[in-house]
């Protein structure tokens, strides 16, 4: 097993009270077709500030949405996900970019609008924002990346990170097995499905897996979910994650987690795990809430959930 050290990196380069203001180049819908949830792909131009060049895939960027809240204070720092590679957005590295969905909710019988989503998501090209960070120094691809596998867990825009791992991976000429298990809904909701796709046909190495919850029921009636490719693609996935230098990742709702560990300890493979407390033979008697009183992720799992 080559050991797993994270890159150094560099955190609060601008914080909440010393923001850099920084330009909007493009921002599109990335939904594969026409869908109810609004997700759009934000690039930025930090040209000239201290984040060029220092910013990792992995780490998160602050947005501070202008105006106040309904108690007359500023409106709080959001973090988004960077979605481009290291060496910035088409390979600039003035370019830096993240994903977005626009949040729209109802709250009782009252219409709920996400501040700084909807803030970014209204954004033209040649907008400036107020812009923080770099923060996150754990959820990082490791120093010596191509000696390891990848399974790659996410649901919604808990994507983002991963779109810039693979182009990272790869554009290196990445040689190990990759794979990418993304859960949403229903396939509108794919999320660069058409990038995803095309890596799928062109590296043996790669596998795109899509569990679409709301639409086909697997063969026993129970509903597609990230955690159940564990099962459905035990051949492709089994060996993979039997090998003693594959890694799991996984980005997106907070509670995905649970079904995930559950299954890896059904699977006998307590590698990516660290048990606190003996388990019972039952583990959906384990309360949701609960779970991490039992299970947290080993050294071989990262976590980033929200």
């Known amino acids: 097993m080559s050991e797993i050290k994270l890159p150094e990196v560099e955190l609060n380069i601008y914080s909440p009270k010393d923001p850099v203001e920084v330009e909007v180049v493009e921002n599109y819908i990335v939904t594969k077709e026409s869908s109810p949830n609004i997700v759009r792909h934000i690039t930025f131009n930090i040209a000239g500030t201290d984040l060029e060049n220092r910013v990792r895939v992995g780490q998160s960027i602050g ?36 994903t977005v969905k626009r949040t729209i909710d109802e709250l009782g019988n009252k219409l709920y609008l996400g501040v700084a989503s909807n803030y970014l998501a209204d954004l033209k090209p040649g907008d400036k924002v107020q812009m923080t960070g770099p923060s996150g120094r754990r959820f990082l691809l490791p120093e010596n990346p191509h000696d390891f596998n990848y399974l790659f867990f996410a649901t919604g825009t808990g994507i983002a990170p991963y779109r810039g791992m693979i182009q990272e991976l790869f554009s290196e000429g990445f040689k190990n097995d990759c794979v990418l298990v993304f859960g949403c809904p229903y396939r509108t909701d794919l999320l660069y499905a058409d990038y995803f796709e095309k890596m799928d046909e062109e590296h043996e190495n790669f596998h ?45 709702m907070k509670g995905m987690e649970t079904g995930i560990y559950k299954e890896l300890v059904k699977q006998n493979l307590p590698e990516y795990l660290q048990i606190k407390k003996e388990l019972p033979e039952n583990l959906d008697d384990i309360p949701q809430d609960k779970f991490k009183r039992f299970i947290k992720p080993s050294m071989r799992t990262f976590e980033e959930v929200y």
């Open 63 to 98: 947005i501070l949405p202008p105006g106040k809240n309904e108690k007359g204070r500023p409106h709080k720092l959001r973090l988004y996900s960077v979605s481009s590679p290291t060496d910035g957005e088409h390979g600039k590295s003035n370019l830096i970019s993240t």
């Open 208 to 252: 795109y897996l899509k569990s679409i919850s709301r639409e086909a029921r697997r063969h026993d009636g129970s509903k597609f979910y990230v955690q159940t490719q564990l099962q459905d693609e035990k051949e492709l996935l089994y060996p993979i994650l039997a090998k003693d230098n594959t890694l799991i990742y996984i980005c997106g």
